[in-house]
């Protein structure tokens, strides 16, 4: 199996900027799909972005399209997602996941319930 685990969550004011990190052991992260999710408390899960095994394809909610750019590093198997622009709806439980996919059509890709792995989650809090 595949442990993820979250990092580079915090408090920030509306229009600022974060970045996560999510770095894998166990296995190496070069054939996952990876993925990025976000859950706000008494809210559903919801998807925000994807990046394919190669890094060649990614998809994004249009709620961060423009804002947040998702990216890994197999070298250093870890995977990011830089956040900017950043709005109080963008509060929530940010969470790392992989599947075991190539997912470069993306179709199949936007379901939590589709992936195999999933880390901790880091908090990110936008004040207005």
């Known amino acids: 199996q595949v442990q993820l685990v979250e990092s580079g969550g915090g408090l920030v004011q509306a229009g600022g900027s974060l970045r996560l990190s999510c770095t894998a052991s166990?296995?190496?992260?070069?054939?996952?799909?990876m993925g990025w999710f976000r859950q706000a408390p008494g809210k559903d899960r919801e998807f925000v972005a994807l990046i394919s095994w190669s890094g060649d394809n990614t998809y994004y909610a249009d709620s961060v399209k423009g804002r947040f750019t998702i990216s890994r590093d197999n070298a250093k198997n870890t995977v990011y997602l830089q956040m900017n622009s950043l709005k109080p709806e963008d509060t929530a439980v940010y969470y790392c996941?992989?599947?075991?996919?190539?997912?470069?059509?993306?179709?199949?890709?936007?379901?939590?319930?589709?992936?195999?792995?999933w880390g901790q989650g880091t908090q990110v809090t936008v004040s207005s």
């Open positions: 996941a992989a599947r075991d996919f190539d997912c470069s059509g993306g179709h199949g890709c936007f379901a939590y319930e589709e992936y195999d792995f």
């Open positions: 166990g296995r190496t992260i070069t054939y996952y799909a």
